[in-house]
């Protein structure tokens, strides 16, 4: 007589210990597919605000050096810097790993992309092949009050003229831009904030900016530009 030590395995065990198994294996995955997607999600946000952070340092940047520059067009010395609400045009110096080095005309501006627009940055290096020529690239007009800030449609993250002109798209998708534009304009009694500053000989004394995505928000960031002028608290 067999021992009851020796006894195998009956199949209702067995099926208990499959269904065990598979449970067990169901739960294992499940796990690993909701810790997959999290991070993927994490990744995806993480993405997000690290482009609107880059975009937004990037212009804030390129506004504290500001230069004070006028051109002549059509016989008239006009100030290149030209705000309104939704563009800007400005400029600064880039370094060499955008474009050649030096000073540039720098275009910042929403264009239409379908639900929302694009925040796209145009620039030309301050030069007057470069900006008259109109043969390897867009010919620069200056931004005026009523004019879009788009130069002209075309490819983005382009280098014409060896690399002297580009248009880079910042933002795919903007929901919140504004400008804003502090000093005192001509005529007025008190520096104050305003929406346009255009065809003004001096620049202003700050630059406010309100940039964010569908995705992500921010506070509004306060630059000042380069000049002996003081903002005092209670103007902000």
């Known amino acids: 007589m067999r021992s009851q030590a020796s006894r195998g395995f009956t199949l209702v065990e067995l099926l208990i210990a499959l269904s ?34 880059i975009a937004r340092n990037l212009i804030e940047r390129a506004l504290r050096q500001t230069q004070a520059l006028t051109l002549v067009v059509d016989g008239v010395e006009r100030s290149v810097f030209a705000g309104e609400a939704e563009a800007l045009e400005w400029v600064a110096p880039l370094s060499d790993h955008v474009g050649i080095p030096g000073l540039y005309i720098l275009r910042l501006g929403l264009e239409e992309a379908g639900e929302y627009p694009r925040l796209v940055l145009t620039r030309w290096l301050l ?9 390897e690239n867009p010919i620069w007009e200056p931004l005026m009050e009523g004019v879009g800030a788009s130069a002209e449609p075309g490819a983005f ?15 795919p998708r903007v929901e919140r831009f504004r400008l804003e534009y502090f000093g005192q304009l001509p005529g007025g009694v008190e520096r104050e904030w305003s929406e346009e500053w255009i065809d003004q000989r001096a620049l202003p004394e700050a630059v406010r900016l309100t940039l964010s995505t569908p995705e992500q928000p ?19």
Not at 28 to 52: K, N, Y
Not at 127 to 135: F, T
Not at 157 to 171: E, I, K, N, P, S
Request: net charge negative.
């Open 127 to 135: 030069h007057d092949e470069v900006l008259n020529d109109g043969a």
């Open 157 to 171: 993250d382009r280098d014409l003229a060896q690399g002297a002109y580009g248009r880079t798209v910042l933002l």
């Open 20 to 53: 065990l198994i598979s449970l067990i294996t169901l739960l294992l995955f499940s796990g690993l597919r909701l810790g997959s997607r999290s991070w993927e999600a994490v990744e995806t946000v993480s993405e997000r605000v690290a482009d609107l952070r």
């Open 218 to 236: 921010w506070p509004d960031a306060l630059v000042r530009l380069p000049g002996p002028q003081v903002i005092r608290d209670q103007d902000r």
